[in-house]
């Protein structure tokens, strides 16, 4: 079964909206991390925001919050007041385990395109 | 500045060569990872270094080959047994809070 699920290959959004990148995963560790990565045209992975199992508020980064729903297991990403700048690759990616662990790796997700129309 | 670096931008091989791909950091991070991008397509991991002189295979390592022999360094072998190479690869390290850090890519095409 797939560990990270991105359902949505492709979106647009209008200039200036907002915009939710959808995230499930599937793990049975009660300690987790879950990541979004921006992938611009030129490659570079991007950091954006985590949100750790244990968290019990919503992570948030500027214009970027993650929605989590632990019971669903879902992190969608949430984009406030889009820029032409935010058209990108997105993933979604989660280390089981404890973060003091250096073994436990990122798993991403198949990504979503997110184009930003003016 | 602190980050991590990787050469060449781009790389060609000819079919049955070997090529060794440079992952660097300042970070002073202990652990070390190479990914496979295919197009379209998320990250896969080759193989992970979570301190100096030891490694460990990940997902898809068949055809790889990795070295630590100094901390800031992780080059990546790609050998002529990998059979599809071609693929943007991408190096990350990652710091005590578990984020993990990425190179700028290397993008090898097989001639």
């Known amino acids: 079964a797939q560990k990270i699920t991105q359902t949505q290959p492709g979106m647009f959004v209008q200039e200036k909206e907002a915009v939710t990148l959808d995230c499930t995963y599937d793990t049975s560790d009660q300690s987790y991390g879950l990541f979004w990565y921006k992938q611009p045209s030129s490659g570079e992975m991007i950091f954006l925001i985590y949100q750790g199992s244990y968290d019990e508020q919503n992570a948030t980064e500027g214009r970027y919050s993650l929605n989590f729903q632990k019971a669903r297991k879902s992190a969608n990403l949430v984009i406030s007041a889009s820029q032409l700048g935010d058209s990108a690759m997105y993933f979604c990616a989660m280390r089981e385990g404890s973060k003091g662990n250096a073994g436990n790796m990122l798993t991403f997700g198949g990504g979503t395109r997110l184009m930003v129309k003016p | 500045d602190g980050g991590i670096t990787q050469s060449p931008k781009y790389l060609f091989r000819k079919e049955g060569q070997n090529v060794t791909l440079s992952c660097e950091q300042n970070?002073?991070?202990?652990?070390m990872y190479w990914y496979r991008q295919d197009p379209g397509q998320g990250l896969r991991l080759i193989y992970y270094?979570?301190?100096?002189?030891?490694?460990q295979k990940g997902d898809i390592a068949e055809g790889y080959s990795v070295s630590r022999e100094k901390k800031e360094s992780f080059p990546l072998t790609v050998t002529s047994a990998q059979k599809n190479p071609t693929a943007f690869y991408l190096c990350?390290?990652?710091?005590?809070?578990?984020?993990?850090?990425f190179g700028p890519g290397t993008r090898l095409t097989v001639l």
């Open positions: 970070l002073n991070h202990d652990a």
């Open positions: 990350a390290s990652r710091n005590h809070g578990g984020e993990q850090f």
């Open positions: 270094s979570q301190i100096v002189n030891d490694f």
